[in-house]
């Protein structure tokens, strides 16, 4: 009986969280919805990328979810895709995850088909251009025009709660190698990140809604980097995004340094941007 036990037992983790969706026996609810009450989530910090080993559960390759078969990928560096995000809430709340963790609509995960369990991704909508980065620890979406579901408060950051779907832009980050690779993306060699390499470009260190809090960022960022900071507002439909952007970058530190140190601070997201 109890070697019984223990395949049953991975099946069930396996299948549980987004994968149960379509088994909504074991959920209190019948129907997904956010919280009860009205909750601010947008200071809620992006999740920082980190090596991690691959999950025990969650990463058997292929698995069948409704008779159709999936295959895991061996690794996430070097995945970007576009597609459609969608984002599940309350139903799921407290419940177990594809990799054996506890889901928690209120921080930065999401759950996707076939990265592997953990990975961290940096999720852009295409519609306003907002982003988040996220540990992806679960399994899911298993409709057939979905590419990633993100939890409660990804998609309240995305700003895709309304609209319940939003047109994004995934890509992969691997801890130590992302910031050559968005020098790569954007046409230049991708030999080093040496302090030439950067000299006169741009990071943009966050998007915000308050023109306090991001000229508030942009001093402190100028303080303890030593380097140029300011805010540039976009108007975005009926409201006003307030990019915080670091730089032109002196060159006197290397770009890998600038990440690092921007993440500690709680801005794992940071990118380098091509300004007009």
């Known amino acids: 009986m109890k070697r019984l036990l223990l395949p049953l037992l991975g099946l069930v983790v396996l299948l549980s969280g987004c994968a ?7 959920y209190s609810l019948k129907q997904d919805r956010g919280p009860d009450r009205a909750v601010d989530l947008s200071q809620v910090p992006d999740a920082v990328p980190r090596h991690e080993p691959h999950s025990r559960w969650g990463n058997k390759s292929p698995y069948k979810v409704l008779g159709k078969r999936y295959y895991v990928l061996p690794s996430a560096d070097g995945y970007r895709e576009r597609g459609i995000a969608s ?3 309350k139903k799921f709340h407290g419940h177990t995850t594809s990799n054996g963790e506890v889901y928690d609509m209120y921080q930065m995960s999401a759950a996707h088909k076939s990265l592997p369990l953990p990975s961290f991704v940096r999720v852009t909508n295409l519609d306003n251009n907002r982003q988040v980065v996220v540990r992806v620890n679960d399994r899911g979406p298993f409709h057939d025009r979905r590419l990633i579901d993100l939890s409660y408060a990804a998609a309240y950051r995305l700003g895709m709660l309304q609209t319940g779907t939003a047109r994004v832009e995934v890509e992969a980050i691997t801890p130590g190698q992302n910031d050559i690779r968005m020098l790569a993306s954007q046409g230049r060699s991708a030999v080093s990140s040496d302090r030439a390499a950067i000299t006169g470009r741009t990071l943009q260190v966050a998007a915000l809604s308050s023109a306090v809090n991001a000229n508030g960022l942009a001093e402190r960022l100028q303080s303890l980097l030593q380097e140029p900071a300011r805010v540039v507002g976009v108007e975005r439909g009926d409201r006003m995004l307030y990019r915080v952007h670091l ?10 340094w600038l990440l690092q140190q921007l993440s500690q601070a709680g801005y794992p997201g940071a990118h380098l941007v091509d300004l007009p």
């Open 87 to 89: 984002w599940y809430g």
């Open 247 to 256: 730089g032109p970058l002196t060159g006197q530190h290397t770009l890998n």
């Open 20 to 26: 149960s969706k379509e088994n909504s026996g074991r």
